[in-house]
């Protein structure tokens, strides 16, 4: 990592959905901030042509597992951000569901502190919605809010208890606290680990339907239109949620969503050989699911590509099927994949900065997701063109679980800036 007082780029194209712009040219970076081109380049100037590149505000990946305090062998807020700058991400929101749940300040406090120290890009931390993430009584939002939490989540469980929810709701409102659900009905989902269809029954492994995940998205709308708050669904899996969450928003609810690249990406055919890779909650699901999903990102149902980045250690994902842990790493493949869908036609280059950055900056209320003059420099420059083979060697995350392992991935981040400072350079 080097701090350098001015860094210039040079003849990118320059992607920044917030302003519009589409256009060849240069960005200067002085002090941290992004300022405007002079004629004469200054000495002590660090100057790259990324001509052929894109320059893009910094990526923004609002759902991961950075698993610190308490899971400090499967990911810490050092190796997380690491994995999180080398895949193009200048910030990731941090899930609660550490050891012991973040739930309280102290918690918060601990991760932002870790984050400003050893961090490789900005942690926003989310905060639980009930104690101990136990769905019993509330946590403090007030408390949480004011450490440094930018939302709250349950993340890993649902909140069963809808009354609870509508409560979480009102008071993370009053918080000016985006409350983000995990939507699943445990009664239909319970004991299952993957997708209920076809491959499962071939399987011969207990399935989790559609439906787990619609009938709690749909309680989570019916919730917002109640309390008349923002609601933000995590890693939706299906066309069904995604219809829901479209005819929501037609109606003006204040919803929002976000699916992950492993969901336009596979089916749950990726399971095949009962490849624990390839498990996670929710499933992938059918190749009818994944149209829609990408249908979603095309047609504005969907605000935000994340991640759900879930490392885990091998001793959780080398047993039976059934038994091994749900989860899969992303932060380093996220935008390979994403930059799939924009050359298959999906959605165009501006849409998918929007997806990975300006949205989420915008739901989460946090700095960047723009290359506008003034604003902090947080930016990501991507190489459309370069092609790699994903191997478990080049990974950063101290998890290895990728169902896109040994893949051939084109598309790559080669140099991401965090106010003003390189935290990945692959440009030198
Ligand atoms: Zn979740």
């Known amino acids: 990592m080097t701090t350098v007082n001015r860094l210039i780029l040079q003849n990118g194209r320059l992607l920044d959905p917030v302003t519009g712009v589409d256009a060849k040219g240069d960005l200067w970076v002085e002090d941290g901030v992004i300022v405007p081109a002079q004629k004469e380049i200054p000495e002590n100037s660090e100057v790259y042509d990324v001509h052929g590149k894109w320059i893009v505000p910094g990526l923004i990946d609002m759902h991961v597992h950075l698993r610190e305090p308490g899971e400090e062998y499967k990911e810490t807020i050092k190796s997380g951000t690491r994995a999180a700058a080398a895949g193009g991400f200048t910030a990731v929101a941090c899930m609660p569901n550490t050891t012991p749940v973040n739930d309280c300040a102290s918690v918060t406090q601990f991760i932002t502190k870790a984050a400003t120290r050893e961090g490789s890009a900005r942690v926003y931390p989310v905060g639980a919605i009930s104690k101990g993430s136990k769905g019993a009584g509330l946590a403090e939002y007030g408390e949480l809010r004011q450490a440094g939490a930018v939302a709250v ?203 990975m950055s300006s949205a989420p900056a915008r739901i989460l209320q946090v700095e960047g997701g723009t290359i506008a003059q003034g604003n902090v420099a947080d930016i990501t420059v991507i190489d459309p063109e370069k092609r790699y083979v994903f191997t478990e060697d080049s990974i950063l995350s101290k998890g290895k679980n990728s169902p896109f392992l040994d893949w051939e991935l084109q598309g790559k981040a080669v140099l991401t800036v965090m106010g003003g400072r390189i935290t990945h350079n692959e440009l030198t």
């Open 153 to 355: 989540s349950d993340d890993g469980l649902p909140v069963l208890d809808s009354q609870l929810m509508r409560r979480a709701m009102q008071y993370a409102g009053s918080h000016d606290l985006l409350v983000i659900s995990h939507s699943e009905e445990m009664a239909l989902s319970r004991n299952g680990s993957m997708n209920e269809g076809v491959v499962s029954t071939r399987l011969g492994l207990r399935g989790i339907p559609a439906a787990a995940e619609a009938i709690m998205v749909y309680r989570e709308i019916a919730l917002a239109e109640l309390t008349g708050q923002r609601i933000h669904i995590a890693h939706v899996s299906t066309g069904a949620a995604a219809e829901l969450i479209a005819q929501a928003k037609a109606r003006g609810v204040r919803v929002t969503a976000e699916t992950a690249p492993h969901y336009f990406t596979l089916t749950d055919e990726a399971v095949g050989d009962y490849n624990t890779n390839a498990k996670m909650n929710p499933p992938l699901r059918t190749e009818k699911d994944r149209q829609a999903i990408r249908k979603g990102l095309q047609d504005g149902t969907f605000d935000a590509i994340a991640t759900d980045h879930a490392p885990h250690s091998v001793l959780e994902k080398e047993l039976e099927f059934d038994r091994a842990a749900n989860g899969v790493i992303g932060l380093e493949t996220s935008l390979s994949l994403s930059l799939a869908l924009v050359r298959d036609g999906v959605i165009g280059a501006l849409r998918m900065v929007e997806l």
